[in-house]
């Protein structure tokens, strides 16, 4: 069945689409999940949050606005940032340095939005615009670099290389060699 078919089942509460949108995409929100909390036990537990909320909220997704996976991500994201922000999780984990957090940022297969969490936005608000820009979308708003290119206007070679000189300046502002 194609992707489109699929989610307009999805959006009807058919069982059997929603059992194949699982199927396809728990693996990798799973691991998405699990980057930002580093805990598996915990993150499939998110992670079936996640597919009760995204079933709940079926009706709010609008192709028009992003990619299926992209609103399910976001869900995610969210879902393990709050898990994060909650007492209990807080109790459990040792406060990590900000080389850890500006680590996070520069691997390409984490999409953590954890860094929201511990505050460094008001790091990179420090930054030129255009640095602030690539970081939000790239970081924050969960785009790809092609999507990020797309959106500024600007050739894809561009964003890459402004990432770099961005996740360095951050480097910078933290102090983190």
């Known amino acids: 069945m194609q992707p489109d078919q699929l989610i307009a089942k999805f959006q009807q509460k058919d069982e059997s689409a929603f059992a194949e949108l699982y199927e396809r995409y728990s693996e990798n929100i799973l691991g998405v999940i699990h980057s930002i909390l580093h805990d598996q036990e915990l993150s499939e537990e998110v992670l079936q949050d996640v597919f009760v909320k995204a079933w709940n ?34 109790d459990s984990k040792q406060n990590q ?13 984490n999409f953590s939005s954890k860094v929201d969490a511990i505050g460094i936005k008001k790091y990179i608000e420090v930054l030129e615009p255009i640095c602030k820009k690539v970081i939000q979308l790239l970081f924050f708003k969960g785009y790809t670099q092609k ?31």
């Open 147 to 177: 999507e990020t290119a797309e959106e500024l206007d600007i050739p894809l070679g561009t964003v890459k290389t402004r990432n770099r000189i961005c996740i360095n300046k951050l480097r910078e502002v933290l102090g983190v060699t």
């Open 57 to 90: 909220n079926a009706s709010s997704y609008n192709s028009k606005k992003g990619r299926f996976f992209t609103w399910l991500l976001n869900i995610a994201r969210n879902a393990a940032i709050d898990k994060t922000r909650s007492k209990a999780f807080k």
């Open 97 to 109: 340095s900000a080389a850890f957090f500006v680590d996070i940022l520069e691997d390409k297969n």
